[in-house]
């Protein structure tokens, strides 16, 4: 596994080459996570967000909105049952693009 350390320097060129870009996105991650912001508790919004982090794998985003979302007030077994909602949709997910083999298979007889 790479370091985040490590490769985190980078983000200095990106920020050079797409300068707006970056701007706006840390803008809008700011406003997301803002805990006077919006209609869902912070802590709901930070185990949004460890939700989507274990489905898209990014092993930097789990680690820091899991800590978030225990800053922001959840509790550990509910950053548990963030994971396993998370697991079951990505489970599920699996299931559903099986019925495409079983579709093809059906399609060839």
Same mark, same amino acid.
């Given at each position: 596994?790479?370091?985040?350390?490590?490769?985190?320097?980078?983000?200095?060129?990106?920020?050079?080459?797409?300068?707006?870009?970056?701007?706006?996105?840390?803008?809008?991650?700011?406003?997301?996570?803002?805990?006077?912001?919006?209609?869902?508790?912070?802590?709901?919004?930070?185990?949004?967000?460890?939700?989507?982090?274990?489905?898209?794998?990014?092993?930097?985003?789990?680690?820091? =909105?899991?800590?978030? %979302?225990? #800053? !922001?007030? $959840?509790? &550990?077994?509910?950053?548990?049952?963030?994971?396993?909602?998370?697991?079951?949709?990505?489970?599920?997910?699996?299931?559903? =693009?099986?019925?495409? %083999?079983? #579709? !093809?298979? $059906?399609? &060839?007889?």
């Amino acid at each position: 596994m790479h370091s985040h350390n490590e490769e985190a320097k980078f983000m200095a060129d990106i920020k050079e080459a797409a300068p707006e870009m970056v701007s706006a996105f840390f803008g809008f991650d700011k406003a997301v996570f803002d805990k006077n912001t919006g209609n869902l508790e912070l802590a709901t919004r930070e185990l949004i967000a460890v939700g989507v982090a274990v489905t898209t794998q990014c092993p930097f985003c789990i680690e820091d =909105h899991a800590k978030r %979302a225990v #800053k !922001a007030g $959840a509790s &550990t077994a509910e950053v548990a049952e963030a994971v396993m909602v998370a697991a079951a949709l990505r489970a599920g997910g699996g299931v559903t =693009h099986g019925w495409k %083999a079983m #579709k !093809a298979i $059906a399609e &060839t007889d």
